[in-house]
């Protein structure tokens, strides 16, 4: 298995060069996490972690106030991290503890933990899921979660939280000013409510992005809602109807809509892959969104001014579209991480 990265790096999060525009996936190497097999890759805007199979982390980017430093933190016995610019959130197996950035220094971590929390025993919910509630990367760290709630994937984005209950249920509470609730409106909700339009649909996968979210079902249907600025719901933009020229203006001088142009949408809706491929995985980043098929292809689209869709180019789309260089270099996906303005890619050789 490999990883691949694309997107933003003015920091150095992809690679040795500094660059802010790195538009084609880039091959993450082994020996950035010392030789040691990457088992997951969490993006925090200005630094990116690397998680190796020994535990132990390896951290690329803006950390301690340099650009392009990388940090290994060796035989910590971590299981998953959280990370965020201003801190660390790390899984132990009985605890989890948080560091101010600021406190990692080249010789590694370098104070006490700024807050922490014991876990119980056998203990192995999907972080940032622990026992009773779930980790945030910003004070308070921690909030419960009703007791009657049997969660099976919690996502945050900037401003709301959306999870997959074990029945295969998706509720989502915080900010709702941009519909990304998926309540139908746009007011705020303090505890975790039942997506009601996705209610009877069995889900299998949910993602939170900045401002928007997405959800997989069962049988592979992606649903979209929340926030449309930059087409990352894969529905119409005008954003980007007017970037590419497409909205034609009437004799009046005024603009006429060649299609139902959607700002916010408040319901999830249903969006089509080319081909009628089934998705099997979403994730979203700040105005993006990607999701891998059961067949092992990438469909990416949103916002893609630093390259962060893997087009090869910074152009924005409203639609999904596959990113062909796994496809030609015969690379099958297995999952993917979007964060901010990146996106990270697991990969396989075709069998």
């Known amino acids: 298995m490999v990883w691949y990265g694309f997107g933003f790096s003015g920091f150095g999060q992809l690679g040795?060069?500094?660059?802010?525009?790195?538009?084609?996936?880039?091959?993450?190497?082994?020996?950035?996490?010392?030789?040691?097999?990457?088992?997951?890759?969490?993006?925090?805007?200005s630094y990116t972690v690397l998680l190796t199979d020994d535990g132990s982390l390896s951290l690329s980017g803006f950390i301690d106030g340099s650009s392009q430093q990388y940090l290994h933190l060796h035989g910590l016995g971590c299981l998953d991290a959280l990370p965020a610019d201003r801190y660390l959130v790390v899984l132990f197996q009985d605890s989890v503890k948080c560091w101010d950035t600021r406190s990692l220094g080249s010789h590694g971590i370098q104070a006490e933990p700024m807050w922490g929390m014991d876990l119980p025993s056998g203990h192995s919910p999907a972080f940032p899921l622990v026992a009773n509630g779930y980790v945030l990367h910003q004070p308070p760290f921690f909030r419960e979660l009703p007791s009657r709630l049997q969660a099976r994937k919690l996502v945050l984005g900037n401003e709301h939280v959306v999870m997959l209950t074990a029945d295969s249920m998706v509720l989502a509470w915080g900010a709702g000013r941009h519909g990304q609730l998926g309540h139908g409106d746009l007011e705020d909700v303090l505890e975790p409510r039942i997506v009601d339009a996705l209610?009877?649909?069995?889900?299998?996968?949910?993602?939170?992005?900045?401002?928007?979210?997405?959800?997989?079902?069962?049988?592979g249907d992606i649903y979209c809602w929340g926030w449309n600025e930059s087409g990352q719901l894969g529905l119409p933009s005008k954003a980007l109807a007017k970037e590419s020229g497409s909205a034609e203006v009437s004799a009046s001088g005024s603009e006429a809509e060649v299609s139902e142009f959607i700002s916010i949408q408040s319901f999830p809706a249903l969006i089509d892959l080319p081909q009628e491929s089934e998705a099997s995985k979403i994730s979203c980043g700040s105005r993006h969104t990607a999701a891998v098929t059961r067949c092992g292809e990438l469909?990416?689209?949103?916002?893609?001014?630093?390259?962060?869709?893997?087009?090869?180019d910074a152009k924005s789309l409203d639609h999904p579209k596959r990113v062909e260089y796994f496809i030609q270099n015969k690379l099958c996906v297995e999952n993917v991480t979007c964060r901010y303005w990146n996106t990270y890619v697991l990969c396989c050789k075709e069998k």
């Not at 020996?31 to 990457?38: F, P, T, Y």
């Open 16 to 45: 040795e060069e500094l660059n802010r525009y790195l538009p084609e996936p880039v091959r993450i190497p082994e020996a950035r996490g010392e030789g040691k097999h990457i088992c997951k890759v969490t993006p925090s805007w």
């Open 299 to 312: 469909f990416t689209w949103g916002w893609g001014k630093y390259g962060q869709l893997g087009h090869g």
């Open 199 to 219: 209610h009877g649909v069995a889900m299998s996968d949910v993602a939170a992005g900045g401002w928007h979210s997405a959800s997989i079902s069962d049988g």
